[in-house]
Nanobody
Framework: VQLQASGGGLVQAGDSLRLSCQASGRTFSSYTMAWFRQPSGKEREFVAGISQGGRMTGYADSVKGRITISRDNTKNAVYLQMNSLKPEDTAVYYC????????????????WGQGTLVTVSS
């Protein structure tokens, strides 16, 4: 599956932003999907994940209550709704796909989008 993320931009603290990830291929619904982010000079970290059917989700503690992951298997798309953004949310955001649900490790995701930059100013 090929992934393309979009929706990043420059926003102010407290603003909202919605990221989208469009997937190609017929097997999208068989993949767990996740968003990771990588602040400048830091390692890539898990943000949120969603199971193949969308019933199960998981979030990093740092974003719980502010960020929601969702997917639409009819559109081959996964989304990340980000509210109450903080300067520390500034990073390149990547969508990723894995065959099994539950992992928060980069190494377990074998398909990656190109990343979209989110910059939150204070």
């Amino acid at each position: 599956v090929q992934l393309q993320a979009s929706g990043g931009g420059l926003v102010q603290a407290g603003d909202s932003l919605r990221l989208s990830c469009q997937a190609s291929g017929r097997t999208f619904s068989s993949y767990t999907m996740a968003w990771f982010r990588q602040p400048s000079g830091k390692e890539r970290e898990f943000v949120a994940g969603i199971s193949q059917g969308g019933r199960m989700t998981g979030y990093a503690d740092s974003v719980k209550g502010r960020i929601t992951i969702s997917r639409d298997n009819t559109k081959n798309a996964v989304y990340l709704q980000m509210n109450s953004l903080k300067p520390e949310d500034t990073a390149v955001y990547y969508c990723a796909a894995a065959p099994l649900y539950g992992s928060r490790l980069v190494k377990d995701y074998n398909h990656w989008g190109q990343g979209t930059l989110v910059t939150v100013s204070s």
